[in-house]
């Protein structure tokens, strides 16, 4: 019901910047949270950031002060900054939408999107 556009993801240097871009599209009268999360190999999926419909933000521990989140809700599309990356935030990154308001009524949770690849390395 839900379709999922990311982008940003690549190669980048200790020290360098990355900024990741989600748009959503599909059956959405209103997206209430929306953020990322990361899973780096070995490990479970983590917190990155999320980001309510009226701006709140909210930051895992490892990012705070790095990474910054942001969104446009006309668009349905959600951006992260990130700064000063370290190879420990190598990791596929996933678009989630919290939870999102559907037309003619109806609620949905916990939409997925396909994760793109950002990896920091010399």
């Known amino acids: 019901q839900v379709q999922f556009v990311e982008s940003g993801g690549g190669l980048v240097q200790p020290g360098g910047s990355l900024k990741l871009s989600c748009a959503a599209s599909?059956?959405?009268?209103?997206?209430?949270?929306m953020g990322w999360y990361r899973q780096a190999p070995g490990k479970q999926r983590e917190l990155v950031a999320t980001i309510t419909h009226s701006g709140s933000a909210k930051y895992g521990d490892s990012v705070k002060d790095r990474f910054t989140i942001s969104r446009d809700n006309a668009k349905n599309t959600v951006w992260m900054q990130m700064n000063s990356l370290k190879p420990e935030d190598t990791a596929i990154y996933y678009c989630k939408i919290e939870s999102l308001y559907l037309p003619g009524g109806g609620y949905l949770s916990d939409s997925w999107g396909q994760g793109t690849q950002v990896t920091v390395s010399s």
């Open positions: 599909g059956r959405i009268e209103k997206i209430f949270a």
